[in-house]
């Protein structure tokens, strides 16, 4: 059966960048991606690949930064007081904020001073070339729902079936972290493939 928007899908992926480091891996979250394809749980372009692929097939594919996280953008790094970040911030730490109109955004601190607190709250993923290994490893029609029913590649999905927050995070889904690989990161993404 070959894949259509709509379809739910389990894919097992490994996503490298330019250089060739891997920056996600689904073998890393002991199971397949599992999203609902054109339910904009994943990034265009990773959608879009899987568009026409059957079960069991496999393919390597480049996505651009217009279909991946967007293009850095330099009005995205801001100056913010420092009464209004976190005491223990330092240059590295990456936060997740949310704007006036309840979005969610990663920011990195880049630089700390007396009294400001350098931000860049770009995607950490923006303007990157992503290239990944698809495996399809399972397909299953369906009509397409609306909201959100899971998370993963880079999703930064805003829940599960039962509604609740997802915690695994998955293929650029913003986990959160210090810039450490530790298990114990919590997963404060709301809306990223």
């Known amino acids: 059966m070959e894949i259509k928007e709509g379809y739910k ?13 891997e920056f996600d891996n689904s073998a890393k979250h002991g199971a397949p991606l599992e999203f609902q394809v054109g339910a904009q749980m994943v990034v265009p372009g990773f959608e879009k690949a899987l568009l026409g692929m059957s079960e069991g097939e496999e393919k390597d594919v480049d996505i ?71 495996k399809v490893v399972g397909v299953e029609e369906a009509e397409l729902s609306k909201g959100c029913s899971g998370g993963g590649c880079g999703s930064g999905a805003c829940g599960n079936k039962e509604g609740k927050e997802d915690k695994e995070g998955g293929c650029g889904s913003g986990k959160c972290h210090d810039g450490e690989d530790d298990e114990e990161s919590e997963d404060h993404t709301g809306g990223c493939c």
């Open 64 to 134: 651009k930064p217009e279909d991946a996280y967007g293009n850095w953008r330099e009005e995205l790094v801001r100056d913010f007081p420092k009464d209004q970040v976190p005491v223990d911030a330092a240059v590295g730490t990456t936060l997740y904020l949310q704007s006036p109109d309840g979005q969610r955004l990663i920011a990195t601190i880049l630089e700390v001073t007396e009294d400001k607190v350098k931000m860049d709250m770009n995607h950490p993923l923006a303007g990157k070339s992503l290239h990944f290994h698809l």
């Open 9 to 21: 899908v389990k894919v097992d992926y490994v996503g490298k960048l330019d250089d060739g480091q």
